[in-house]
Nanobody
Framework: QVHLVESGGGLVQPGGSLRLSCAAS????????MIWYRQAPGKEREWVAT???????NYADSVKGRFTISSDNAKNTVFLLMNSLKPEDTAVYYC?????????????????WGQGTQVTVSS
């Protein structure tokens, strides 16, 4: 079994910052890719940022220049530093990605989502 646990959300004023964490645990040999998503009320879940095991990153246009994704591979943890937050960043933030186990040479997606962490940007 593998698990994802997101944390670090909260209430912040516009222009403020938050740092989210996502810890993966269980039978993980290595993580290939980690991805942050978010889902605002009444909207579809959307992609926010991706980081590969080699450190390559990609961002949605809506967060580029404001958010930074990083990882601690030794701890199977990914972070999302969010600066210059806007009310439209309000959402539940989730992580997911692809990982390998010792029993397979292929990567696979995490089988379930974590509970997410709520980010609310409001004055």
């Amino acid at each position: 079994q593998v698990h994802l646990v997101e944390s670090g959300g909260g209430l912040v004023q516009p222009g403020g910052s938050l740092r989210l964490s996502c810890a993966a645990s269980g039978s993980i040999l290595s993580i290939n890719t980690m991805i942050w998503y978010r889902q605002a009320p009444g909207k579809e879940r959307e992609w926010v940022a991706t980081i590969t095991s080699g450190g390559s990153t990609n961002y949605a246009d809506s967060v580029k220049g404001r958010f930074t994704i990083s990882s601690d591979n030794a701890k199977n943890t990914v972070f999302l530093l969010m600066n210059s937050l806007k009310p439209e960043d309000t959402a539940v933030y989730y992580c997911n990605g692809r990982y390998r186990t010792a029993s397979s040479p292929y990567t696979q997606p995490f089988p379930s989502w974590g509970q997410g962490t709520q980010v609310t940007v409001s004055s």
